[in-house]
Antibody, heavy 118, light 112 residues
Framework: EVQLVESGGGLVQPGGSLRLSCAAS????????MRWARQAPGKGLEWVAS????????AYVDSVKGRFTISRDNAKNSLYLQMNSLRAEDTAVYYC???????????WGQGTLVTVSS | DVVMTQSPLSLPVTLGQPASISCRSS???????????LNWFQQRPGQSPRRLIY???NRDSGVPDRFSGSGSGTDFTLRISRVEAEDVGVYYC?????????FGQGTKVEIK
């Protein structure tokens, strides 16, 4: 059974940093792209970042470029999102996602809430 | 970025009746492999999103056959043949061809 378990969310002041983690199990983690998506309270969904199987390619939505870094540790079956220079508009539930766009595989974690506030 | 626009944004439905959600994109989005990566997601209250449809019309594993997707070019539709109580939630279309992948605003489905 595929499981994605996020951790690391919490309350942080504007300008602060936070590192999210996602523990993956139930599939061969090292052979798939992995992604982070987010959802601000009461709002819609937004893709944040994606990373290739071996970490050699990364992509970010414009609003987080230069502030967020996606990474992975295939030996630990873990995905990370380092978030720096956090802003109030980064407040959201962050989801770890394993989704194949051309095949019937779609898995989301339960999400971890990040609140940026003074 | 590809802008996805859904309508309606709110959809009151009667149990057992059909429902339909429209999604229009700001441009076509055919990938180099010839596929149009148009997806539909369901998000029930308090839950994580769940994909229902991928590549316009393919149902994900475990998705009831009352859900169907269709469309081409810039116009796509999600249909529910007979709405059940468990279908209440917000539905999103999403294109996964051009990065950043983009979602529609969401359509809230509720029972009348």
């Amino acid at each position: 059974e595929v499981q994605l378990v996020e951790s690391g969310g919490g309350l942080v002041q504007p300008g602060g940093s936070l590192r999210l983690s996602c523990a993956a199990s139930g599939f061969t983690f090292s052979t798939y792209w992995m992604r982070w998506a987010r959802q601000a309270p009461g709002k819609g969904l937004e893709w944040v970042a994606s990373i290739k199987e071996d970490g050699s390619e990364k992509a970010y939505v414009d609003s987080v470029k230069g502030r967020f870094t996606i990474s992975r540790d295939n030996a630990k079956n873990s995905l990370y999102l380092q978030m720096n220079s956090l802003r109030a508009e980064d407040t959201a539930v962050y989801y770890c996602v394993h989704m194949l766009r051309g095949l019937p595989f779609d898995y989301w974690g339960q999400g971890t809430l990040v609140t940026v506030s003074s | 970025d590809v802008v996805m626009t859904q309508s309606p944004l709110s959809l009151p439905v009667t149990l057992g009746q059909p429902a339909s959600i429209s999604c229009r994109s700001s441009q076509t989005f055919v990938y180099s492999d010839g596929n149009t990566y148009l997806n539909w997601f369901q998000q029930r209250p308090g839950q994580s999103p769940r994909r229902l449809i991928y590549k316009v019309s393919n149902r994900d594993s475990g998705v009831p056959d009352r859900f169907s997707g269709s469309g081409s070019g810039t116009d796509f539709t999600l249909r529910i043949s007979r709405v059940e109580a468990e279908d209440v939630g917000v539905y999103y279309c999403m294109q996964a061809t051009h990065w950043p992948w983009t979602f529609g605003q969401g359509t809230k489905v509720e029972i009348k």
